[in-house]
């Protein structure tokens, strides 16, 4: 099992930078496919990024490809997303997520992630 804290959040002018942080306790973050979801005021949560668990290969939303970054440390049991060139419909509570599901299996979806943390709001001015 592990527990997840998201950190970060903040107001921001649209084209300005965040970096969210997720610090995670218990099991360690390598034996998870960690990922990103947000969700904004009266819609679905929706998927943002996920990193495989030998952080070698990447993930995005196609509404975030070239703006958002992630990355972890396995040491620091942290997980990363690096937020440049905010738009205001970036606005949206964040949430960390871990999966147990196989590498091959998962999909974009919330239901593949078995562990959250209790989020981040990040609000991006117009």
């Known amino acids: 099992q592990v527990h997840l804290v998201e950190s970060g959040g903040g107001l921001v002018p649209a084209g300005g930078s965040l970096r969210l942080s997720c610090a995670a306790s218990?099991?360690?973050?390598?034996?998870?496919?960690m990922g990103w979801f947000r969700q904004a005021p009266g819609k679905e949560r929706e998927f943002v990024s996920r990193?495989?668990?030998?952080?070698?290969?990447?993930y995005y939303a196609d509404s975030v490809k070239g703006r958002f970054t992630i990355s972890k440390n396995n040491t620091k049991q942290t997980v990363y997303l690096q937020m440049d060139n905010l738009k205001p419909e970036d606005t949206a509570v964040y949430y960390c997520?871990?999966?147990?599901?196989?590498?091959?299996?998962?999909?974009?979806?919330?239901?593949?992630?078995?562990?959250w943390g209790q989020g981040t709001q990040v609000t991006v001015s117009s």
């Open positions: 997520a871990a999966s147990r599901v196989l590498e091959a299996s998962i999909g974009p979806v919330a239901r593949h992630y078995d562990y």
């Open positions: 990193m495989t668990r030998s952080g070698g290969a990447t």
């Open positions: 218990g099991r360690a973050i390598s034996t998870y496919i």
